[in-house]
């Protein structure tokens, strides 16, 4: 009777980003030309928990490069940061005969991949999140194209803007993390940035727009983070009841920014981690995530990638100030 053939488990997990599907179908061919077997696990963990397992071949990861969201479909499980939770999706990976597992989420799938790697599972992390906030990689699959939504989005308030002088408070993802406002407020000329890390008064807003507009700019963009220290809706009605020189309009760009078609810096970087993962497995290392570090794909320990917490670049934030002059 021929050996069976070792088989690797793929779930996306957490809030999907784009470029994941480029990640699937990585996994998914690099096993297959490996002469590996591959079940991809439905619904992130809750899936792993319930048993929603499907066979992958070639074709089932066929016209999804180009694809937002995931495949997979994904969830952020309560169950499985139980336990017994843990203990049940180890069971049904048992049952189906899962060797090991590639986990392609984010911050708290990582948490997920290291709990499985403590009881034995041999698991690897890919990071993928808009929000950039795993430590241990550069950059985490989906955020470029994030990215660029958001400054495409932008872009388009400030004609508006420009044309009726106003100013525009714009708010981007990251409950935990600044890193896409900062990067917005440079790549879109902002005035203002507020961010989760660095707290900052309404009214610390109000005397920069207002500078701004005594400088003679003909509108003010102010980038808000989702998890900043002001909520949107309270810093438009607070800039709205003072006299800064311009009339404030807001807009919220919310899940917008998760979706859409991945780029090709995002396709790239997906096929890249995709295949080195696998590849990983191969050579027997796990409990590890991949990373981008320089311009390789390394392997990080997930202890680390949960134990560190990265930080927004204070080099960046400052130059929000600088640049926007
Ligand atoms: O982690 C990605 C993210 O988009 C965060 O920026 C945001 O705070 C959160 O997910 C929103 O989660 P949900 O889609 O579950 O509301």
């Known amino acids: 009777m021929p050996d069976k053939k070792f088989t690797i488990g793929v779930l996306t997990s957490g809030g999907d980003a784009p470029g994941m599907n480029a990640a699937i179908r990585a996994v998914v061919r690099t096993s297959l030309s490996n002469n590996m077997d591959v079940i991809g ?4 963990y809750e899936g792993l928990i319930n048993g929603e397992f499907r066979n992958m071949n070639e074709r089932s990861v066929g016209g999804i490069l180009q694809r937002g969201g995931t495949v997979l479909l994904t969830s952020r499980s309560k169950r499985f940061m139980e336990p017994s939770g843990q203990r049940d999706a180890i069971r049904k990976m048992n049952e189906a005969g899962i060797n090991a597992l590639i986990v392609i989420g984010g911050e708290g799938s990582m948490n997920g991949a290291y709990a ?4 034995g599972v041999k698991v690897i992390g890919i990071p993928g999140s808009i929000d950039n906030d795993i430590w241990g990689t550069n950059i985490a699959i989906g955020t470029d194209t994030a990215m660029n939504t958001i400054m495409e989005a932008v872009d388009k308030l400030r004609d508006t803007a420009s044309s ?6 714009i708010e981007t993802m990251g409950r935990n993390s600044g890193y896409l406002a900062v990067m917005a407020a440079i790549v879109c000329g902002a005035e203002v940035a ?6 900052i008064t309404a009214d610390e807003v109000a005397v920069a727009v207002e500078e701004a507009y005594k400088r003679g700019k003909t509108h003010a963009i102010i980038i808000n983070a989702e998890g900043s220290s002001i909520r949107t ?3 438009a009605e607070k800039l709205d009841n003072m006299d800064v020189g311009f009339k404030t309009r807001m807009t919220i760009l919310g899940h917008i920014q998760r979706g859409g ?4 810096y995002d396709r790239l970087l997906a096929s890249r981690m995709g295949l080195k993962a696998v590849e990983a497995l191969m050579e027997g290392k796990h409990g590890v995530m991949t990373g981008l570090k320089g311009k390789g794909v390394d392997f990080i320990p997930l202890l680390d990638v949960i134990s560190n917490k990265r930080q927004v670049s204070m080099e960046y934030y400052h130059m929000t100030k600088v640049l926007a002059r």
């Open 116 to 119: 499985l790697s403590q009881q």
């Open 164 to 169: 009726h002088q106003r100013a525009f408070l």
């Open 41 to 44: 696990i439905q619904n992130g």
């Open 261 to 264: 078609s991945p780029t090709a």
């Open 194 to 199: 507020l961010i989760p890390e660095v707290p």
């Open 233 to 235: 809706i309270d810093l």
